[in-house]
Protein backbone atom coordinates (compact mmCIF):
# COMPACT_ATOMS: atom_id res chain seq x y z
CA UNK A 1 0.00 0.00 0.00
CA UNK A 2 1.75 3.28 -1.06
CA UNK A 3 1.03 6.58 0.36
CA UNK A 4 -2.03 7.93 -1.09
CA UNK A 5 -3.72 4.83 -1.13
CA UNK A 6 -2.92 4.75 2.87
CA UNK A 7 -4.37 8.78 3.16
CA UNK A 8 -7.66 7.52 1.05
CA UNK A 9 -8.03 4.69 3.12
CA UNK A 10 -7.46 7.09 6.11
CA UNK A 11 -9.62 9.20 5.12
CA UNK A 12 -12.34 7.17 4.18
CA UNK A 13 -12.10 5.64 8.07
CA UNK A 14 -12.31 8.94 9.18
CA UNK A 15 -15.19 9.80 7.04
CA UNK A 16 -17.02 6.65 8.02
CA UNK A 17 -16.65 7.39 11.25
CA UNK A 18 -17.84 10.86 11.04
CA UNK A 19 -20.77 9.87 9.74
CA UNK A 20 -21.41 7.58 12.32
CA UNK A 21 -20.58 10.22 15.41
CA UNK A 22 -23.75 12.19 13.39
CA UNK A 23 -25.91 10.06 13.11
CA UNK A 24 -25.57 8.41 16.76
CA UNK A 25 -25.64 12.71 17.87
CA UNK A 26 -29.92 12.48 15.36
CA UNK A 27 -30.30 9.59 17.13
CA UNK A 28 -29.54 10.74 21.14
CA UNK A 29 -31.58 13.91 20.07
CA UNK A 30 -34.32 12.25 18.61
CA UNK A 31 -35.08 10.19 21.45
CA UNK A 32 -34.88 13.27 24.25
CA UNK A 33 -36.17 15.68 22.44
CA UNK A 34 -39.12 17.45 24.56
CA UNK A 35 -42.15 19.27 23.05
CA UNK A 36 -43.62 22.37 23.77
CA UNK A 37 -46.99 20.92 25.08
CA UNK A 38 -44.20 18.07 27.24
CA UNK A 39 -42.48 21.26 28.52
CA UNK A 40 -46.07 22.76 30.15
CA UNK A 41 -47.18 19.55 31.37
CA UNK A 42 -43.40 19.04 33.19
CA UNK A 43 -43.69 22.41 34.54
CA UNK A 44 -47.30 21.62 35.70
CA UNK A 45 -46.53 18.57 37.56
CA UNK A 46 -43.66 19.79 39.09
CA UNK A 47 -45.70 22.86 40.93
CA UNK A 48 -48.23 19.95 41.63
CA UNK A 49 -45.35 18.13 43.34
CA UNK A 50 -44.00 21.22 45.18
CA UNK A 51 -47.81 21.45 46.33
CA UNK A 52 -47.84 18.12 47.42
CA UNK A 53 -44.47 18.83 49.06
CA UNK A 54 -45.78 21.56 51.15
CA UNK A 55 -49.09 19.83 52.06
CA UNK A 56 -47.26 17.05 53.47
CA UNK A 57 -44.49 19.55 55.84
CA UNK A 58 -47.59 21.14 56.80
CA UNK A 59 -49.30 17.49 57.87
CA UNK A 60 -45.98 16.29 59.18
CA UNK A 61 -45.36 20.12 61.54
CA UNK A 62 -49.71 19.19 62.80
CA UNK A 63 -48.72 15.54 63.66
CA UNK A 64 -45.80 16.95 65.56
CA UNK A 65 -48.07 19.83 67.54
CA UNK A 66 -50.77 17.12 67.83
CA UNK A 67 -48.09 14.26 69.17
CA UNK A 68 -47.21 17.14 71.53
CA UNK A 69 -50.75 17.63 72.82
CA UNK A 70 -51.33 14.46 73.38
CA UNK A 71 -47.95 13.81 75.44
CA UNK A 72 -48.86 16.28 77.16
CA UNK A 73 -52.27 15.49 77.91
CA UNK A 74 -51.45 11.55 79.05
CA UNK A 75 -48.70 13.03 81.23
CA UNK A 76 -50.94 15.04 82.77
CA UNK A 77 -53.97 12.71 82.85
CA UNK A 78 -51.32 9.75 84.59
CA UNK A 79 -50.08 12.13 87.03
CA UNK A 80 -54.18 12.83 88.03
CA UNK A 81 -54.51 8.70 88.29
CA UNK A 82 -51.32 8.34 90.33
CA UNK A 83 -52.91 11.09 92.81
CA UNK A 84 -56.10 9.25 92.92
CA UNK A 85 -55.09 5.78 93.41
CA UNK A 86 -53.04 7.14 96.08
CA UNK A 87 -56.11 8.96 97.95
CA UNK A 88 -58.13 5.95 96.94
CA UNK A 89 -55.17 4.14 99.06
CA UNK A 90 -55.24 6.24 101.89
CA UNK A 91 -59.33 6.38 102.39
CA UNK A 92 -59.16 2.27 102.37
CA UNK A 93 -56.55 2.10 105.06
CA UNK A 94 -58.59 4.85 107.01
CA UNK A 95 -62.21 3.01 106.12
CA UNK A 96 -60.04 0.04 107.55
CA UNK A 97 -58.85 1.10 110.67
CA UNK A 98 -62.33 2.83 111.24
CA UNK A 99 -64.18 -0.63 111.13
CA UNK A 100 -61.05 -2.39 113.30
CA UNK A 101 -61.46 0.47 115.95
CA UNK A 102 -65.71 0.24 115.50
CA UNK A 103 -65.07 -3.66 116.03
CA UNK A 104 -62.72 -2.99 119.02
CA UNK A 105 -65.73 -1.00 120.85
CA UNK A 106 -68.11 -3.13 119.83
CA UNK A 107 -66.18 -6.00 120.84
CA UNK A 108 -64.69 -4.28 123.88
Known amino acids: MNRTEFIIATA ?14 WLVHRFIRVSGSDVGELERMAQELHEAEETR ?4 TYLQQREAELTNQLSQTEAELAATMEGLREARYEAEQMRSELENRRAG
Open 12 to 25: IVLFVAFCLGWFAN
Open 57 to 60: DQAI
